[in-house]
């Protein structure tokens, strides 16, 4: 096990998650350039879990405050995720994401 969890990010502020995008892609730089595979085997759970955390925090539900809603931030956050997913689709591998509708 990675000793890894991208569960933190499940709290309902996007800008928490974004805090730790530095870190995520750092880790991804990093198994890019990894010679052994398991490395990339034993973070592939981690990033899976990553994607579906970040897919939700994505996308906007109809009781979010429109007060508090700053597109333009929101719109950044997303441009980030969309970097970060590509990164995750070589990890992985896009044959193997599933999209959970939790």
Avoid: M
Avoid at 29 to 51: G, M, S
Wanted: glycine share 4%.
């Amino acid at each position: 096990s990675s000793g890894i969890n991208a569960e933190y990010g499940q709290y309902p502020d996007y800008s928490v998650a974004e805090s730790s995008f530095s870190f995520w892609f750092q880790l991804a730089e990093n198994i890019y350039r990894a010679p052994d595979l398991q490395i990339v085997e034993t973070y592939k759970p981690v990033f899976i879990q990553l994607l579906n955390v970040l897919v939700k925090l994505c996308e906007l539900y109809e009781e979010f405050d429109e007060s508090s809603f700053d597109d333009e931030d929101f719109l950044d956050f997303r441009d980030k995720c969309s970097d970060l997913f590509k990164d995750i689709v070589y990890i992985v591998g896009e044959w193997k994401l599933s999209f959970r509708g939790e």
